[in-house]
């Protein structure tokens, strides 16, 4: 089915979307494993998060500004009032955790004086207990995010197949 444009996402929008969804999704899991498991594999699931953690900044940079740039298609005229107020909360909170997340971990791994990929510089001083309160900061707003992540997608599901409102159409990838 064809949908008029303005009723879609633009390709670029849903293009990162897409993309930082499977990130975002690798990178929780890549979390989990990497604090649950000590075994050889350990470095190598650092690396792996931190990589993963700076190619989603700078993702998230280019979807602020692409949705900054491009319009959004309108919510359905016969959303109730909360429910549109809930879907622009839980963007808000989405794109804050999505910019801050790579954000506390960077400044995380200089304030415990962790070597950075790619010669990045700190952006924290050196100091242990700033490095514990980043630390559990972006532990709580890992299990945040991913709480936010099930009602998105509960969300998108729920427009998607009990009120087939267009609401997933205009993200899904392709025609």
Known sequence: ?????????????RLLHWLM???????????????ADLSPRHPWLVSLHKAIGLAL???????????LRYATPPLPSDLPRLQQWAAKASHLLLYGLML????????MQSAGGYPLPWQLPAIAPHDLRLYALLRALHGWLAYLL????????????????????GV????WPGR
Do not use: E, K, Q, Y
């Open 21 to 35: 969804a499977v990130l975002i999704l690798t990178m929780l899991f890549v979390g989990v494993s990497m604090v």
């Open 57 to 67: 900044l700078v993702l998230v940079v280019l979807r602020i500004a692409t949705r």
């Open 146 to 165: 991913f709480a936010t992540v099930l009602v998105h997608i509960a969300a998108a599901l729920v427009h998607g197949f009990v009120r087939r409102d």
């Open 168 to 171: 997933l159409r205009s993200m």
């Open 100 to 107: 801050g997340m790579p954000l506390i971990g960077w400044g």
């Open 1 to 13: 089915m064809n949908l008029h444009p303005s009723t879609r996402f633009h390709p670029l929008a």
